[in-house]
């Protein structure tokens, strides 16, 4: 059987949503079918060891710090011409210009792209260029219904050419059971209180803000009460300094970057994510197929997966009272995180899981 030699193109390989998508790709796509490799245009990052464990090939176009590389296309190319590429799946905008570029210098026959959902409008540049260039993709894919409605209505790519394929998570990493005492010491944890928390790049479009905002009124109620904010991102500094001011500096924990998130995910009592926009995002799939319940803003793709009052809780965003009266609803009444829990892993493994979402991809790479 011929294998169909596949590239996915992605800013790197660090923690975060998009990042697992590509590594749940290499994970679930048929190696009999494909063969696949990675390019990151920017960096590497933490998750290239897993990627390298399934003997799969990571490639890197280094970046003189601080300046732009208007020519990395023909770097790009000239990889795509020595791995023989005949497909290549691009993953946001970068990758998309630079990876489309050097496919059609290349004949590189089938062009994949995925927007992983962003802030709407975005810079007139980068729209353009992506308008241009889905000229020439085979399918453009949004990962919630949301995203592609904003791929059609602020870009003008066609109807014809998009797709919406929600994100999928490999489930066998969440389906473990730990020593919640052991992890308690571990982060640090005296307290014997509950715990609430979320992991992602700490950037403003999160609204940690207004979680914090949200925990002295929490901390009211349970004064033991941790909150774990896990990851880094340009927002990190403002986010501690929020904390202090505010006074709930003693009950949250900034722990950083984190490659044990299905282990806190099982220590959590409460997934909380207050963004203020979204695609859909992968940490509320992981927190579902962990079986923790979420509490989220109603924003972006988020109501694809997760339904008020069924399978976890919704507040409008940039509301810290809403927050905190769900929080301390949830933490007051364990039958309904019990509920949330387990109609989130049936949601999870019915729609969302990582195979479901790679057939989808596989299908498109052989233009079925």
């Known amino acids: 059987m011929k294998r169909h ?3 996915q193109i992605t800013h790197d390989l660090a923690i975060g949503g998009l990042q697992q998508v590509v590594v749940n790709i290499c994970r679930t796509i048929d190696r009999e079918k494909f063969h696949v490799s990675v390019l990151c245009l920017r960096n590497l990052g933490e998750l290239v060891p897993e990627v390298e464990k399934l003997g799969i090939k990571v490639f890197y176009i280094p970046q003189k710090e601080g300046r732009t590389d208007y020519f990395s296309f023909l770097k790009v190319a000239k990889i795509l011409k020595q791995e023989k590429t005949e497909i290549i799946h691009t993953h946001n905008t970068q990758p998309f210009i630079d990876g489309s570029i050097a496919a059609l210098m290349c004949g590189v026959k089938t062009i994949v792209h995925t927007d992983h959902g962003r802030n709407f409008p975005d810079k007139i540049r980068y729209m353009f260029a992506e308008w241009f260039m889905s000229h020439f993709a085979y399918k453009v894919v949004g990962v919630s219904d949301h995203t592609s409605q904003n791929l059609i209505e602020y ?6 050419k998009i797709m ?13 059971n730990i020593d919640k ?3 308690r010491q571990e ?12 992991g992602v790049r700490l950037i403003e479009e999160k609204g940690i803000t207004y979680l914090l905002q949200a925990m002295p009124e929490v901390i009211k109620y349970f004064p033991n009460i941790t909150l774990i904010i896990a990851g880094e991102g340009p927002f990190a500094d403002e ?6 001011y505010l006074g709930t500096d003693k009950n949250v924990l900034f722990p950083g970057p984190r490659l044990d998130m299905p282990e806190l995910l099982k220590l959590f009592d409460i997934y909380v994510l207050p963004s203020l926009s979204e695609g859909l995002p992968m940490v509320l799939l992981e927190a579902m197929a962990a ?4 509490l989220s803003t109603n924003v972006g793709g988020i109501p694809m997966a997760v339904k008020h009052g069924e399978n976890g809780s919704l507040v409008e965003p940039k509301k810290p009272e809403a927050l905190s009266q769900e929080i301390i609803k949830l933490l007051s009444n364990r039958n309904l995180r019990r509920r949330y829990s387990q109609a989130g892993v049936k949601v999870f493994r019915e729609k969302f899981c990582a195979e479901i979402m790679t057939k989808k991809y596989e299908q498109l790479y052989l233009r079925k």
């Open 155 to 160: 870009i003008r790519i066609p109807c014809r």
């Open 181 to 183: 005492d052991k992890k």
């Open 5 to 7: 030699r596949l590239m």
């Open 187 to 198: 982060l640090g944890i005296s307290a014997n209180g509950p715990i609430i928390g979320l």
């Open 291 to 294: 079986g923790c319940p979420i």
């Open 239 to 244: 986010l501690k300094k929020g904390s202090i």
């Open 164 to 176: 919406s394929i929600p994100n999928g998570i490999d489930r066998s990493k969440y389906e473990i």
